[in-house]
């Protein structure tokens, strides 16, 4: 993989290796393509090159959580999460829930390459209306529910919305596995997340200047909870800020939180890659090389 098929694209260029391979816990390959045009067979041969060797690809809507599957079947670097976002689901009628619903309990029991529910759970930032917000609630406790049947890891988004968050999880139950997605949280509610087992993962925004509740919540979080995430097209890790994200990028925020916490940067990768093994119920693997799909 070389710059030039990245720069074609207006993308940041590729950055420095990492040390030893690690895995992107959250990204979304197929809107990535959609805002920069970079397909994504180049886009996970782009992040093979840099040493992010596995990605879980999130689905949050029916088509793309459908596409999800699709690629996760295809392509041993790939595990898939579907869902419908909170906010799709504040702005769906009865009758599309249900009928969404249907879809996206199937394929979170569909096979053994779709390992999450979410991303899920409440975002008020965009939803602000009491309807609205009442119905992520009821669709934030379907996918708990459906994670919790189908022994799939739940992967949160949340918005704006800790305490609420954490008030439906304690009501109906924490699943064994609980994915904080691109944490928002301070180092209280890390902590509060951490005594039921969650993961805290954090995205390209830890990097962030004005983010220092962040990084105070990144000292409290033991690195064997810790995961990395590009959240990709969003959110770009300094010194890209304001540019389209991908996978390949995910080296900067590593590098970053290792810094942070003073750990060798090899070692902190791996313990990376053992996280998401283990967050995301159990080890997914790479057999063709560069990041080639199949067909």
Same mark, same amino acid.
């Given at each position: 993989?070389?710059? %030039?098929?990245?720069?074609?694209?207006?993308l940041?260029?590729? +950055?420095p290796?990492? +040390?030893?391979?690690?895995?992107?816990?959250?990204?979304?390959?197929?809107?990535?393509?959609?805002?920069?045009?970079?397909?994504?067979?180049?886009?996970?041969?782009?992040?093979?090159?840099?040493?992010?060797?596995?990605?879980?690809?999130?689905?949050?809507?029916l088509? &793309?959580?459908?596409? &999800?599957?699709?690629?996760?079947?295809?392509?041993?670097?790939?595990? $898939? %999460?579907v869902?419908?976002?909170?906010?799709?689901s504040?702005?769906?009628?009865?009758r #599309?829930?249900?009928?969404?619903? !249907?879809?996206?309990?199937?394929?979170?029991?569909?096979?053994?390459?779709?390992r999450?529910?979410?991303? /899920?759970?409440?975002d008020?930032?965009?939803?602000?209306?009491?309807?609205?917000?009442?119905? #992520?609630?009821? /669709?934030?406790? !379907?996918?708990?529910?459906?994670?919790?049947?189908?022994?799939?890891?739940?992967?949160?988004?949340?918005?704006?919305?800790?305490?609420?968050?954490? #008030?439906?999880?304690? %009501?109906?139950?924490?699943?064994e596995?609980?994915?904080?997605?691109c944490?928002?949280?301070?180092?209280?509610f890390? !902590?509060?997340?951490?005594?039921?087992?969650?993961?805290? %993962?954090?995205?390209g925004n *830890? /990097?962030?200047?004005?983010?220092?509740?962040?990084?105070? $919540?990144?000292?409290?979080?033991p690195?064997?909870?810790i995961?990395a995430?590009?959240? $990709?097209?969003?959110?770009?890790?300094v010194?890209?800020?304001?540019?389209?994200?991908?996978?390949?990028?995910?080296?900067?925020t590593?590098?970053?939180?290792?810094e942070?916490?003073?750990?060798?940067?090899?070692?902190?990768?791996?313990?990376?890659?053992?996280n998401? /093994?283990e967050?995301f119920?159990?080890?997914?693997? *790479?057999?063709?090389p560069?990041g080639?799909?199949?067909?």
């Amino acid at each position: 993989m070389s710059d %030039s098929v990245i720069e074609r694209h207006g993308l940041p260029p590729l +950055p420095p290796a990492l +040390p030893r391979p690690t895995t992107d816990a959250h990204t979304h390959l197929d809107s990535t393509q959609e805002y920069s045009g970079l397909r994504v067979a180049d886009n996970i041969a782009a992040a093979a090159a840099v040493g992010v060797r596995r990605i879980v690809q999130i689905g949050c809507d029916l088509a &793309s959580a459908q596409w &999800s599957v699709q690629l996760a079947s295809n392509c041993p670097q790939v595990v $898939a %999460s579907v869902a419908i976002h909170p906010n799709d689901s504040a702005r769906m009628t009865d009758r #599309q829930a249900e009928q969404a619903w !249907r879809v996206i309990d199937s394929l979170a029991a569909s096979g053994p390459h779709v390992r999450g529910v979410g991303e /899920t759970g409440l975002d008020y930032y965009r939803t602000r209306d009491d309807d609205g917000i009442a119905r #992520q609630k009821v /669709t934030f406790a !379907r996918h708990i529910a459906t994670a919790k049947s189908y022994n799939r890891t739940l992967v949160i988004h949340d918005r704006d919305a800790h305490d609420d968050i954490a #008030q439906i999880l304690d %009501s109906e139950g924490w699943p064994e596995r609980v994915v904080m997605h691109c944490f928002s949280g301070d180092a209280e509610f890390a !902590r509060r997340c951490l005594d039921h087992g969650a993961w805290i %993962s954090f995205a390209g925004n *830890v /990097t962030y200047k004005a983010n220092q509740s962040l990084r105070d $919540a990144l000292a409290v979080v033991p690195h064997d909870r810790i995961l990395a995430e590009t959240d $990709a097209p969003y959110l770009t890790a300094v010194p890209h800020r304001g540019k389209a994200n991908a996978p390949y990028l995910l080296p900067h925020t590593v590098r970053f939180i290792a810094e942070q916490l003073g750990a060798d940067l090899g070692e902190f990768c791996t313990q990376l890659d053992s996280n998401a /093994t283990e967050a995301f119920g159990g080890p997914w693997g *790479v057999s063709r090389p560069e990041g080639e799909p199949r067909g």
